[in-house]
């Protein structure tokens, strides 16, 4: 059975202090590894798709990498428009979609 | 550009009283269609996904059913409405394998059992 789970549950960050968020995965055959934002009361947003092992892609503060283990999203100087839940997706070779439970991430300023 | 429609997005329903949530999608053609539900501060649970017309696949066993009566409309269903039916609920649609872009959500229905 696939698994994604997500590290730390919650992360509280002062405004400007870098962090990194960790999403470990054990699926049957990785096709792609997502990262959304959700904001509360909404649905995700997507933010990055992740292929293949040592793959980078970068948005404004943050960045998402992956081994073949996990993913990480680091986040360079937060404001706190930042504050949001981040959820990890992984998606198998049967094309179906497993989630981790989120990191909730509460910058202040 | 392809969007993505979930109404309403609040709802107040009394146990045993019926339930139906639209989603419906544009600009795109025979997406796959998902309906997942969010409980507080957790992850999200796949509910029932949709291949094309008239097909659904149920992830877990419940009080809900989905049907998709056209190419781009989902609908989530249910006869009698139970307090532990009540969360956070989002449609999907993915063209996976056509775009890079994964699933795409709709803005979530919060639905309180009463």
């Known amino acids: 059975e696939d698994q994604v789970t997500q590290s730390p549950e919650a992360l509280r960050l002062q405004e400007g202090e870098s962090s990194s968020l960790n999403c470990s995965y054990t699926?049957?055959?990785?096709?792609?590894l997502f990262w959304y934002r959700q904001d509360p009361g909404k649905g995700p947003e997507f933010l990055f798709t992740?292929?293949?092992a040592g793959e980078e892609k970068e948005k404004e503060r943050l960045k998402a990498t992956l081994t073949k283990k996990e993913s990480f999203l680091h986040i360079t100087a937060p404001k706190p428009e930042d504050s949001a839940t981040y959820l990890c997706?992984?998606?198998?070779?049967?094309?179906?979609?497993?989630f981790g439970g989120g990191t909730r991430l509460m910058v202040k300023p | 550009s392809q969007t993505i429609h979930q109404w309403p997005a609040t709802l107040v329903q009394p146990v045993g009283s019926p339930l139906s949530l639209e989603c419906t999608v544009e600009g795109t053609s025979n997406p796959n269609l998902y309906w997942y539900r969010q409980a507080a501060g957790r992850g999200l649970q796949l509910l029932f996904y949709?291949?094309?017309?008239?097909?659904i696949s149920s992830e877990v066993p419940q009080n809900l059913s989905a049907s998709r009566p056209q190419d781009r409309q989902f609908i989530l269903s249910s006869k009698k409405l139970l307090l532990s039916d009540s969360g956070f609920y989002l449609c999907?649609?993915?063209?996976?394998?056509?775009?890079?872009?994964?699933?795409?959500f709709g803005s979530g229905t919060r639905l309180t059992v009463v």
């Open positions: 999907a649609w993915s063209d996976w394998g056509r775009s890079s872009y994964g699933y795409t």
């Open positions: 949709s291949v094309g017309i008239g097909q």
């Open positions: 992740l292929y293949s």
């Open positions: 699926v049957s055959g990785l096709r792609g």
């Open positions: 997706a992984a998606i198998n070779a049967g094309n179906m979609l497993t």
